[in-house]
């Protein structure tokens, strides 16, 4: 098998998603007055779900671009620490291949490959472009259907893309271990730092422990 086709078997969960999210972020920017073009433009140089979707308040309100710069990067902080646990995976690049691997780096793009580390160099490059061409495809067929589709609850579709990514994860590595100790985390600063600012830290309380547990050499994560 092609490591093309590798890559879109491994992508088909993101498909749907991305191109209903995108779709409903079109649609949003089409219905503040963006055209098509800024669509495009967003879901190529931007490709972040939250952010975009921040954008199109912030732009619609008159808000500079150094202001939605500023504030992409804190929306998309948890990506630098993305890039820290791939920058090995990612060390055979060339330079440009790199850098767009780690520009690429959304929430599932990295699951998927933490998931399927032992796929090629290749595939690996194929799944992230993969991933970004149906984000960019959904964004520009919202702009184009407009508000012929309603979007009422499509927030829960990537949702349901990461219990698919979970489900998926605890099926190949037959372990437990991971995701218990992903959601216990998660859960607990959920309770400490609240909703709207948990993500970061159970990312990098997430990281230090499995490093910890690691350079412990403790069992589970030798599966």
């Not at 972040?48 to 992409?72: D, E, H, K, P, R």
């Not at 998309?76 to 055979?92: E, G, P, T, V």
């Not at 349901?160 to 979970?166: C, H, N, S, T």
Request: aromatic content about 14%; some cysteine.
């Amino acid at each position: 098998m092609s490591d093309l086709k590798v890559a879109f078997k491994i992508s088909l969960p993101i498909l749907i998603g991305y191109l209903m999210l995108g779709g409903a972020f079109g649609i949003l920017l089409g219905d503040a007055g963006f055209s098509v073009l800024w669509s495009i433009a967003m879901a190529v140089f931007i490709y972040a779900g939250a952010m975009q979707f921040v954008a199109v308040g912030l732009l619609s309100m008159g808000a500079s671009l150094t202001s939605v710069f500023i504030l992409a990067l804190v929306v998309n902080a948890r990506q630098i620490l993305y890039a820290m646990a791939m920058f090995k995976d990612f060390s055979a690049f060339p330079l440009k291949t790199k850098l767009y691997m780690f520009f690429s780096l959304t929430d599932e793009t990295f699951a998927l490959l933490s998931i399927n580390s032992s796929i090629s160099q290749r595939a690996k490059f194929f799944l992230a472009l993969l991933n970004h061409i149906y984000w960019i495809l959904g964004c520009i067929i919202g702009s184009l259907i407009g508000d012929k589709f309603s979007i009422k609850g499509i927030e829960f579709v990537l949702s349901a893309v990461f219990v698919v990514i979970l489900l998926e994860q605890i099926k190949t590595s037959k372990s437990y271990f991971g995701a218990s100790l992903g959601i216990v985390v998660a859960l607990i600063c959920l309770a400490i730092f609240g909703k709207e600012s948990f993500l970061v830290p159970s990312m990098v309380a997430i990281i230090v422990l499995l490093f910890a547990l690691k350079a412990l050499r403790f069992k589970p994560l030798r599966d």
